[in-house]
């Protein structure tokens, strides 16, 4: 399990003017012009666009999560469809897709917003969805110590679809299973056929 010091970095809102100065120059070094009009504004942007985008850097994941309910609801609790915006940190290239968390509480629920603040934590980053799933099934783990964790996440990546391969439209799933989710093809079948609906 990551550290704290894994998850939460510099702000960006803290370097501002340093990013905008180094876009202008990445701006001067694939031959740009950086004093013509369409650009005078794009490092500025480029930053602002960077405090969205790399945003979770100013997060703990798992403080997202935050409070939780003691519930006595132990059946399977999911949040489908949660659509997520992150960059590829192999190329700085936007994936995006949607994110399906399912876990069976043992004492412990969090709210069901929490769930959709905690993908925005872990994707506003630089990131591989592999991870990304990962990360979500080991904080849910770790907060709501649940029964059991299982995650699919979709991704279209863009640095697929305009280079090297060029496969626009594939998608790629990936999945990660914790606690009962691991021995019971049962709870695995529900919750792939309830995300499916
Ligand atoms: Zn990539």
Known sequence: ????????????GDNREKIEHH???ILKLIGEDVER????????????MYEEIFGGYEVDPREVLG?????????????????????CEHHMAPFFGKAHIGYIPSGQIAGLSKLARLVEA????????????SQIADIMEEVLKPKGVMVVVEGEHL???????????SKTVTSAVRGTFRTDAASRAEFLS????
Request: net charge positive.
């Open 1 to 12: 399990m990551a550290g704290v010091k894994d998850y939460i970095n510099a702000k960006v």
């Open 23 to 25: 876009v202008r120059e």
């Open 37 to 48: 009009e369409g650009l005078l504004e794009t490092p500025a942007r480029v930053t602002r």
């Open 67 to 87: 409070v939780t309910f003691e519930e006595n609801h132990e059946e399977l609790v999911i949040v489908k469809d949660i659509v997520y915006y992150s960059q």
């Open 122 to 133: 872990v994707t506003r980053r630089l990131q591989v969805q592999e991870r990304i799933t």
């Open 159 to 169: 640095c697929m679809c305009s280079r090297g391969v060029k496969k626009p439209g």
């Open 194 to 197: 309830l995300i499916k609906e």
